[in-house]
Structure formats: C-alpha cells, structure tokens
C-alpha cells in the first residue's frame, strides 16, 4: 500500500530501479527487485511521459533480466500499460526503434497477445497512418512510416487476422492516400517500388512497404480478385505517379464497384464519413476524386 502515497513520477522512478536492479545477477537481489516491481504497478495511473520512460526502459534493459520471474512481470506489466495508455505505448514503441527492430518486435508481440488490446494497438497505428503523408520529412513524418513498418511486422504474423479484418476499410484507405500522397516520383523510381516479385522479409522503400501490406490486406478481407486486378491494370504504378494517380485512383474505384461491390461497401462508407465529419487536409483531394468515382 505504501506506492498509494507516491506522485506517478515517483512511482515511475522506483519501477526503473526495479527494471535496473531485476538485472542483477544475484537471485536474492532479482526477486526483490521483481516483487517491488509488482507492487509498484498494482493502481498504478501513469502519465504518458510515466509510459514513455518504462517501455523505453524495458526495451533497454530486457535482454538482461534473465530470471524467469522478472520476465514473467514484464510480460504482464506491457499489456496492462497498453491498457491504461495504448497512445503512449504506441508512440513509445514507435520511438524506440522507427524500423521495428527484432528487439522492439518482440516487445510489440507482448502487448499484442493480449486481444483487449490489440484492437486499440492497430487503431493507434491507423491514427498514425492518418497524420501526414510518408513522403514528409519532418518529424511528425517519421511516425506514419515508423507505423507502416510495424504494420507490415504484424502482417507476417497470421494470428492478429482478426484485427487487420478488424479495421480493414479504414487501413486500405489509409493507405491507399498514402500511396498517392507520395510525391513527384520518376518512372524508375516507381518500377523499383512495383516491379518483380514480392518479397515480405526484404522490403526495399517505404511505399514497397505499402503495397506490400495493401496487398496483405486484400489477401485477409478475401479480395484476391482486386488484387490481381490492379496487377493487371498496373495501378500500383498508377498510384504512385505524381501525374498519374487521379487516373489509377478513378480506375480503382471502377474496378471495386463493378468487380467487388458488397466486399467493398465498408471502403466506400468509410470514405463517406471521412468526406462528412473529418477534417481531412492532405487527404481530402484523394476522398473526393475516389468517392466521385
């Protein structure tokens, strides 16, 4: 009960000494540390820059906490600090390695095992898809690529189907405005995102990247049909041509109504809501020209 009576800075200061001292070799040294730990995070209410410095400690120091009991805690202790706070948790996790390294994965399969939170894990990566286009060097524009790389992380790994059908309609249009937003780029430039085999363990660019988690994604909601479509009528190119995209986007809207209307409804509802109640700025012009068509 004593943790009750700490501001959450504390609180949070007293869980990094329990990360650091979990990584003690001494065994007697570990447990304490791992039951202090425990205690410390039951009613715990941290403040984001509270979540930030945990997940970025855990990610640092997990590795070397060996002992099962401690592993055991921190396992349990992600999920729940994703409960309380899924923003700051996918921010941070974003923040501690932006090309999703195999040390931050292994943290993002943690949080994600647990399917309250899943759910609010691929929303926050959606918003983040949702904040400015890729092609924006700034560091606000670090962040929707740091989430499409996650993203296409989580693709690999079948059992989170659930969640990618989950928010299926809201991804696809994501990222389809992704795709178009990507800027002036030279026909070489597109034949390197678009040409020859896929290949999922080996992206070579972000909007390779793309469209291999569009693909992905079609592949999940059972849309193989406009998958092959679009390699058909070369939209992939299309999209990405700064010239061009107005043409693939009207010819992909053509192709979902006539080819796949009832699996592609939510798109177009979805699309629908964008255009009524958001303020869409950079994606406006992709909605209309798409729900015109």
Known sequence: RF?????SSENTDLILVALQGMRDCSNYSTQVAATMMAALMDNFKPTP????RIVTAIQRSRKMTTAMRAQRIIQDGLPWLAASDPHSVTLSLLCCSPTCDKDTWELWEMVLSSVDVAPQMAQELLQQLEMAPLSQETEIGTLPLAATIALHEIMQHSRYDPQEHQFFPELFVALIFQMVSSGARTPTEVRAIT???FCPS???SAFRIVVEVLRNLLQCAGLDRL???MDRHELWGQLLGAATWRDGLRTLARLMARNSWHQCTPIFSHVQKLLQYHQLQWREVPAMVFYVE
């Open 49 to 52: 820059d509270d979540v930030q």
């Open 3 to 7: 943790a009750e009576h700490f501001h």
């Open 227 to 229: 998958a092959h479509s």
């Open 202 to 204: 080996a992206p070579t």
């Open 195 to 197: 040409a020859g085999p």
